[in-house]
């Protein structure tokens, strides 16, 4: 009898044993770094390790330094009026270059006169004067003076700059005006009815301080004058579109 009851002493004890180890095995699975999934905790979040040679940027991080560009663009640019000064060349295209059009395959110095308003981070609207004055140097050299092209339009933009959280912020614009032109040679000088003006532009602006910035911008100029009148004649009419591509550097006060 004794003999019988320890026995089954020893089953119980080595059954019991065998348990013990299968279910710490299992804790270790489900716990352990190193042997697969973890098992997150409310107080203690567990982190997801990244696949082998991905670099794992925290949310956190990527949250702060959302918030630190956006507070440097409230900084930098919103509520902030901005005086602009623009120049370069221009370069004719289209009947305003040709022969049959407009004469002025020589092209012509643009310039640019801004003001705007940044009534939010990124965005601005604005006034703004630009034009320039165009010729044809062969033209003039092989049969004499032929008038010059004075482009003068006035007209309103949007912009959209684009925050970067750096120093250099990449903008594009769209404007629309109103271009009025004017014929010169020395011996008269016309003026044309007005005709409605695009303006597509992109840029670079380069913050060198909280107050000034140095920029340099690509615009395409197209203003719609072909049928414009030419003050003091009865019929003669404009002929041609102005159409031209303007590579201008400048430099923005914010004030």
């Known amino acids: 009898m004794k003999t019988q009851m320890l026995k089954w002493t ?15 095995a299992q804790i270790e699975q489900n716990v352990s770094p190193r042997s697969g999934p973890m098992v997150s905790h409310p107080e ?13 940027i925290p949310r956190e991080y990527k949250i702060d330094r959302a918030l ?3 507070d440097a663009m409230d900084e930098l640019f919103e509520n902030r009026l901005v005086l602009s000064i623009f120049t370069g060349p ?4 289209s009947d305003f270059s040709s022969s049959s059009g407009g004469n002025n395959k020589s092209g012509g110095i643009d310039v640019v006169l801004e003001f ?3 009534f939010a981070k990124q965005v601005s609207i604005g006034l703004a004067l630009w034009g320039g004055v165009y010729g044809d140097k062969d033209f003039d050299k092989d049969f004499g003076d032929i008038p010059q092209t ?3 339009t006035a007209g309103g933009f949007i912009k959209y700059t684009l925050a970067t ?32 003006a695009l303006m597509l532009g992109t840029g670079v602006l380069w913050r060198v301080s909280n107050l000034i910035s140095i920029n340099g911008q690509l615009a395409y100029n197209h203003s719609f004058v072909e049928d414009a009148q030419v003050k003091g004649f009865s019929s003669p009419v404009v002929g041609f579109d102005v159409q031209y591509i303007a590579v201008d550097a400048g ?3 914010f004030l």
């Not at 020893?10 to 710490?24: E, I, P, R, T, W």
């Not at 203690?44 to 794992?56: A, D, E, K, W």
Request: glycine share 14%.
């Open 90 to 93: 221009g370069f004719p295209i």
């Open 150 to 152: 004075n482009v003068h």
């Open 251 to 253: 430099i923005s006060f």
């Open 44 to 56: 203690h979040p567990t982190t997801p390790r990244p696949s082998p040679g991905m670099v794992y």
């Open 68 to 70: 630190r560009v956006s």
């Open 116 to 118: 705007e308003w940044y």
């Open 10 to 24: 020893l089953v119980v004890v080595l059954l019991g044993s065998f348990l013990s180890k299968d279910a710490n």
């Open 165 to 196: 959280g750096g120093d250099w912020f990449p903008y594009g614009k769209f404007g629309l005006g109103w271009t009025v032109l004017k014929f010169e040679e020395p011996t008269f000088t016309v003026t044309t009815d007005g005709g409605m």
